[in-house]
Nanobody, 115 residues
């Protein structure tokens, strides 16, 4: 499975961005996808995850601001980020897990939120 993330960029505080991540290869084996992020000097942290059936989980820090969704036909997961804050600045990584609990990671996409 290969994961390709896109959509990062520079945005002002209060703005919005939408990240996308397309899975290719043995994408049919994937049963959940999600996003993690790593800010400069910090450890990677969980942001949100979604199963193919649409069940979602969010980190407390992004609840009510971020929305994760999935298009199973396109093997694509999205992260709509609204009301962005400078503390949301990080490299965002797409991840996927298959039915055998094997994890896959994509290259990150940088999100920078200016104050």
């Amino acid at each position: 499975v290969q994961l390709q993330a896109s959509g990062g960029g520079l945005v002002q505080a209060g703005g919005s961005l939408r990240l996308s991540c397309v899975a290719s290869g043995s994408a049919s084996s994937i049963n959940r996808m999600g996003w993690l992020r790593q800010a400069p000097g910090k450890q990677r942290e969980f942001v949100a995850r979604i199963t193919k059936s649409g069940n979602t989980n969010y980190a407390d820090s992004v609840k009510e601001r971020f929305t994760i969704s999935i298009d199973n036909a396109k093997n694509t997961v999205y992260l709509q980020m609204n009301s962005l804050k400078p503390e949301d600045t990080a490299v965002y990584y797409c991840a996927a897990q298959n039915r055998y609990s094997t994890e896959y990671w994509g290259k990150g996409t940088l999100v920078t939120v200016s104050s």
